[in-house]
């Protein structure tokens, strides 16, 4: 005996069956529209952070043409200076003059370029929201607090960024130049600063990071051994130095 094939057009066909296939339909429609809409909103920002990549790649240079150029014109103020000051032709008040001139410029470059690598590695972070391969759920900057000590002495808290999730923090400090203080500095002060001043992650595990556009003599080799977490700009893209981090 044949079995009879239902067609979906005909009038015997259930209705029942027919409800489901159309909901069927309308679902896959709706499933299918989320997953363009999805696609067309990562490509949107895939291209916006190749843009800002781009932006800030940008920017680096010409802030290290910019530091060049500013140091030579110092060291040429310098030099100048100091001739003169051996040929009796300035008195001593000219020389601090000059002194102090020079020292605001160089404070004024550092802290640009600080600056402009604290917002490069936070964009980097807050895209990724990941950390020595741990997922986090926030990001946050410059997060700061004041608390007054029961001697009755004021303890500050300030970390550049922290990343956040129910049983981990990250710490992280950025700068335009890491040296081996800095990273004897977050062991030895800031992760007990940290314990005191935020109590309420006293139950989270913390991680250090370093996030800097260069690296001073044995920073590398400390953080390491310290386990701690370092990031460097590397072309476009932040790239891990040492990702081996331990909790504290």
């Known amino acids: 005996m044949a079995t009879e094939t239902l067609n979906p057009r005909s009038d015997n066909f259930p209705q029942e069956l027919r409800e489901y296939q159309a909901e069927t339909e309308r679902q896959l429609r709706e499933l299918r529209k989320r997953q363009e809409e999805e696609l067309r909103e990562s490509k949107k920002e895939t291209e916006r952070m190749r843009q800002e ?32 000051v051996n040929g009796g032709k300035v008195e001593m008040a000219d020389v601090w ?13 550092a802290k640009s370029n600080g600056m402009f690598a604290e917002e490069y590695f936070f964009n980097a972070l807050a895209a990724k929201q990941t ?24 303890l500050q808290c300030e970390f550049d960024v922290q990343l956040l999730n129910a049983k981990s923090v990250a710490l992280i ?14 062991v030895n002060r800031q992760v007990a600063n940290f314990r005191q001043v935020f109590s309420e992650y006293g139950n989270c595990k ?16 400390e953080a390491k051994k310290l386990g701690i977490g370092l990031l460097r700009q590397k072309g476009e893209i932040v790239e891990y130095v040492n990702d081996e981090v331990k909790p504290y």
């Open 53 to 84: 990549t781009d932006r800030m790649r940008q920017e680096t240079e010409r802030m290290r043409q910019e530091t060049d150029r500013q140091m030579q014109e110092l060291d040429k103020r310098i030099q100048a200076t100091t001739e003169n």
């Open 97 to 109: 003059k000059v002194i102090k001139a020079t020292t605001e410029n160089v404070n004024g470059i």
């Open 131 to 154: 950390f020595g391969g741990i997922h986090f759920d926030t990001v946050e900057r410059n997060r700061e607090r004041i608390r007054r000590l029961p001697d009755g002495q004021r």
């Open 173 to 186: 400090s950025l700068k335009y130049r890491v040296r081996k203080s800095d990273v004897d500095d977050m």
């Open 206 to 221: 913390v991680y250090l990071g370093l996030g800097g556009m260069s690296f001073g003599k044995g920073v590398i080799d």
